[in-house]
């Protein structure tokens, strides 16, 4: 089912290009521009085409998206930032913004009535929806806010989510089986991010679509199909270096290798900004296993498939580096429970292949 509805929706993809207006426009023409621009709304109706479900699901995630973007927003006034006083299944301190991006997500997702189980960072536990009448063919894996550790200090923030198609018997409740699937099986993903403008990236498996959020009418309305540049890009790195001291030494030679060729530093430390930032500008994002975690530190089904998915999507590639004994394709990792762990290096394929060769000349 998946695969022919990726093929149905392909059709009509091409077709959003010609509906945006021109970018530039006067200011005597911004309301024009505001009646004329093609909505999030309008791309989820025609790029569905007939599957209401999936319309209804992916309706329910722009909802959570404008509903955590106006928590975020006012969490200064509101006393929502710090700590919650807790941590999450993960072993994360939670912050308050955790707890109310959660419950944003799972409700908005429960109240569409076309998912089946429902995993998230801060929960220990997948959620079966166990009522038929309420439930559907999707599973959804989601970070309700990734990077929630600068969200104190007004740094870039966003959401992540990946979807399945349930392949467990529909005349009952959903098993974890449905969610602990490769990503190369996931028939959507995408990510909002919240930062000077909020911004939601959606892909359902053929091309990878950018909107931003008009706040004056409340939707969101497309920005671009996004591709990363084929040449490479910026030169530009992005890894946490504090924990040079336990990589790979492939990984070491890698980050030693840009800054003698004149590569820029950049790491946000919120995996949706330094994503973001990569497959616009260029260069590449890692987050390697080391000594101290051996399957790296990000997590496969919500962070790790998504991004994977929208990279190679956007023509970038997504590999795990050195895993398991093996070098291989993010998406192709099969996670053991729902927060299993894999390590990420993302980006333009000029860089990316340098990594895995210094991988393969190690051996």
Request: a negative charge; charged letters at 25%; hydrophobic letters at 35%.
């Amino acid at each position: 089912m998946a695969q022919s509805g990726m093929k149905r929706e392909t059709s009509s993809l091409g077709n959003v290009a010609a509906a945006v207006p021109p970018r530039a426009l006067p200011e005597k023409d911004l309301l024009q521009n505001r009646t004329t621009s093609y909505t999030l709304t309008q791309f989820i109706t025609s790029t569905t085409e007939g599957d209401q479900q999936l319309a209804l699901l992916m309706n329910a995630v722009q909802h959570a998206c404008k509903v955590c973007a106006n928590a975020i927003k006012k969490a200064g006034p509101c006393d929502l930032y710090g700590l919650a006083g807790s941590a999450n299944s993960t072993g994360d301190d939670v912050k308050k913004l955790d707890i109310i991006a959660n419950t944003v997500w799972v409700d908005c997702m429960k109240s569409s009535g076309v998912c089946c189980l429902l995993v998230s960072e801060e929960e220990e536990e997948p959620i079966v929806i166990e009522d038929a009448d309420k439930r559907g063919p999707f599973a959804v894996a989601f970070d309700p806010l990734d990077g929630s550790s600068n969200v104190d200090c007004n740094v870039s923030v966003g959401s992540i989510f990946s979807v399945y198609r349930r392949q467990s018997p529909d005349d009952g409740p959903a098993t974890v089986k449905d969610i602990l699937r490769p990503g190369s099986e996931c028939i959507a993903a995408g990510y909002s991010m919240f930062g000077a403008a909020t911004e939601l990236v959606i892909t359902y498996g053929a091309g990878v679509f950018r909107f931003a959020l008009d706040p004056s009418i409340g939707e969101f309305v497309f920005v671009e199909e996004m591709k990363m540049p084929k040449s490479g890009g910026k030169k530009i790195f992005s890894c946490n270096e504090g924990n040079a001291h336990s990589w790979d030494k492939p990984i070491q030679d890698f980050v030693t290798e840009c800054k003698q060729a004149g590569y820029s530093a950049r790491y946000v430390g919120s995996m949706v900004s330094d994503v973001h930032r990569t497959l616009l500008y260029g260069g590449v994002f890692l987050y390697p296993a080391d000594k101290k975690s051996k399957k790296g530190k990000l997590r496969v089904l919500y962070e790790g498939f998504p991004m994977a998915m929208i990279t190679e999507q956007a023509g970038g590639v997504a590999s795990t580096g050195m895993y398991l004994g093996k070098i291989g394709r993010v998406l192709d990792v099969m996670p053991e429970q729902i927060h299993d762990r894999c390590p990420i290096i993302m980006g333009g394929a000029r860089d990316v292949e340098r990594v895995l060769n210094l991988y393969k000349n190690a051996d």
